[in-house]
Nanobody, 114 residues
């Protein structure tokens, strides 16, 4: 059974940092491209970052480029999102996605507020 479980969300002040994790199971994680998405209240889910099988190959949405870093540890079947210089507008529920398996996690809430 394919499963993605996000963790690491929470409440942080503007300018702060968080690291999200996504533990994958039930499929050959190292063989798959992975994405992070987010969804703010009242808005559509949006793609923010992608990492290919080759961990050095990554892409970002313009609004997070230079602040967020996507990475993966294939030995641990885990995807990460390091988020620095957080802004109020980064408040959202964050989801990991394995498009090759059409799989989504349940999401983890990130709230940026003073």
């Amino acid at each position: 059974q394919v499963r993605l479980v996000e963790s690491g969300g929470g409440l942080v002040q503007p300018g702060g940092s968080l690291r999200l994790s996504c533990e994958a199971s039930g499929f050959a994680f190292s063989n798959y491209l992975m994405n992070w998405y987010r969804q703010a209240p009242g808005k559509e889910r949006e793609w923010i970052a992608r990492i290919f099988r080759e961990p050095s190959l990554t892409y970002y949405q313009d609004s997070v480029r230079g602040r967020f870093t996507i990475s993966r540890d294939n030995a641990k079947n885990t995807l990460y999102l390091q988020m620095n210089s957080l802004k109020v507008e980064d408040t959202a529920k964050y989801f990991c996605n394995a498009p090759g398996e059409n799989a989504w996690g349940q999401g983890t809430q990130v709230t940026v507020s003073s």
